[in-house]
């Protein structure tokens, strides 16, 4: 088997990964996994090939769900046009009447929504046999008017259950959301939790019934990603106060404070790595090598974030620079003009006639003008 059959053959094994895995921390979460317990992920060399064919695969579920979804919800459809056939419908029958005789049926089930299967019922009679329209010597313009008038009726009823319904469902949207924001602050500490590992024990807990019932999976994944992200970015504000801490100077070497960084909780918390956690997150490690390339990996990582924290200190300080040499040099500026203003007095009063009396001021005195003092 080639290296890329192999990758993709542990993607496969992993029900950790599906369509809902985020293609960057889920390739994350997926390497620390499987790195060093698994050789078929390794049988692939470039971590950029690993990481275009981890997200070639989850488009690949996506694409896979699409036309799944698609040719269910043909064969729904079908097999409700089925019942109505079995249940004698006609061009002339009423929707009211035909649901009493058909809602207990699973293929009436199947259809999840009121105005989903009203409408496949108003389908149906559209696409009866023209004779069938016909039978009663009905013309072309009355089966119009009436088709005209009973779409009129449904969309009445459609905006008035949108209407009804709507306000319900934003309510329960609302408290499912505050149900799950509260959740996610209880049991999601740390930033590198994702939403697949933290499921099971999620739904054991009281609240989990309403989350599910008032928000899609996609808005449950999204409220626990809004979650993580602010968890990062206080980690984030933690480790930068760190460096500030261990670096003064905002060019000093990552080695030369790397000691400190690794002891300190801010640099822990950064890696995702609880109190009590050794320097590898796998307790599974099942050799020296394997457990040290953890250890470098760990190392790399706050290597960068170290380099960011400093590389933003360094730009603050340019940018705080700029604007120092930008005042003294409107200053300088300022001063300029003012000798020279006080310059040209000087000499206007020399040539009007004033000397050294009390109508003008001599060379080298000071001459004060409104709130400013100028040295001739």
Same mark, same amino acid.
């Given at each position: 088997m080639d290296p890329r059959s192999q990758y993709m053959s542990l993607l496969e094994d992993d029900a950790g990964v599906t369509m809902n895995t985020p293609t960057v921390s889920g390739y994350d979460d997926f390497a620390r996994?499987?790195?060093?317990?698994? *050789?078929?992920?390794?049988?692939?060399? !470039? !971590?950029?090939?690993?990481?275009?064919?981890?997200?070639?695969? $989850?488009?690949?579920?996506?694409?896979? &769900? /699409?036309? %799944?979804?698609?040719? #269910?919800?043909?064969?729904?459809?079908?097999?409700?046009?089925?019942?109505?056939? #079995?249940?004698?419908?006609?061009?002339r029958s009423l929707w009211k009447d035909v649901r009493p005789k058909i809602e207990s049926d699973q293929r009436y089930q199947a259809v999840r929504s009121m105005i989903e299967r009203e409408d496949m019922f108003r389908d149906y009679l559209k696409n009866l046999a023209p004779a069938e329209k016909s039978a009663e010597g009905i013309d072309a313009k009355e089966l119009e008017r009436r088709e005209r008038r009973e779409e009129e009726v449904r969309r009445q009823k459609r905006d008035l259950y949108r209407e009804s319904h709507g306000k319900k469902n934003e309510l329960i949207?609302?408290?499912?959301? @505050? =149900?799950?924001?509260?959740? @996610?602050?209880?049991? $999601?500490?740390?930033?590198?939790?994702?939403?697949?590992?933290?499921?099971?024990?999620?739904?054991?807990? +009281?609240?989990?019934?309403?989350? #599910?019932?008032?928000?899609?999976?996609?808005?449950?994944?999204?409220?626990?990603?809004?979650?993580?992200?602010?968890?990062? %970015? +206080?980690? @984030?504000?933690?480790?930068?106060?760190?460096? &500030?801490? /261990?670096?003064?100077? *905002?060019?000093?070497?990552?080695?030369?404070?790397? =000691?400190?960084?690794?002891?300190?909780?801010?640099?822990?918390?950064?890696?995702?790595?609880?109190?009590?956690?050794?320097?590898?997150?796998?307790?599974? $490690?099942?050799?020296? =090598?394997?457990?040290?390339? &953890? $250890?470098?990996?760990?190392? =790399?990582?706050?290597?960068?974030a170290y380099a960011d924290t400093q590389r933003g200190r360094r730009e603050r300080m340019r940018a705080g620079l700029r604007d120092a040499v930008g005042e003294n040099a409107f200053v300088a500026f300022s001063v300029k003009k003012a000798v020279q203003a006080a310059e040209v007095k000087a000499a206007e009063a020399t040539d009007g006639g004033g000397g050294s009396g009390a109508n003008g001021a001599a060379a080298g005195s000071v001459v004060v003008d409104d709130d400013v003092v100028w040295a001739n």
């Open positions: 996994r499987w790195r060093k317990k698994d *050789p078929r992920f390794l049988a692939v060399k !470039d !971590d950029r090939d690993r990481k275009a064919f981890f997200k070639d695969y $989850i488009a690949g579920l996506k694409q896979k &769900e /699409v036309v %799944a979804k698609k040719e #269910e919800r043909k064969k729904i459809a079908q097999a409700f046009a089925e019942l109505l056939r #079995e249940a004698g419908v006609h061009h949207r609302e408290e499912a959301t @505050l =149900a799950f924001s509260n959740m @996610l602050t209880d049991h $999601i500490r740390i930033h590198t939790a994702t939403y697949d590992e933290s499921l099971p024990f999620m739904t054991k807990d +009281a609240r989990w019934a309403d989350c #599910e019932r008032g928000l899609t999976n996609d808005e449950r994944r999204a409220l626990f990603a809004g979650h993580t992200a602010r968890l990062h %970015a +206080a980690v @984030l504000a933690d480790f930068h106060a760190l460096v &500030e801490d /261990v670096a003064f100077d *905002p060019t000093t070497e990552f080695s030369a404070v790397a =000691a400190f960084l690794r002891a300190d909780p801010r640099g822990r918390r950064l890696l995702g790595l609880r109190r009590d956690d050794a320097w590898t997150t796998d307790t599974g $490690i099942e050799s020296a =090598a394997a457990e040290s390339a &953890e $250890i470098e990996q760990q190392r =790399a990582r706050l290597e960068r």
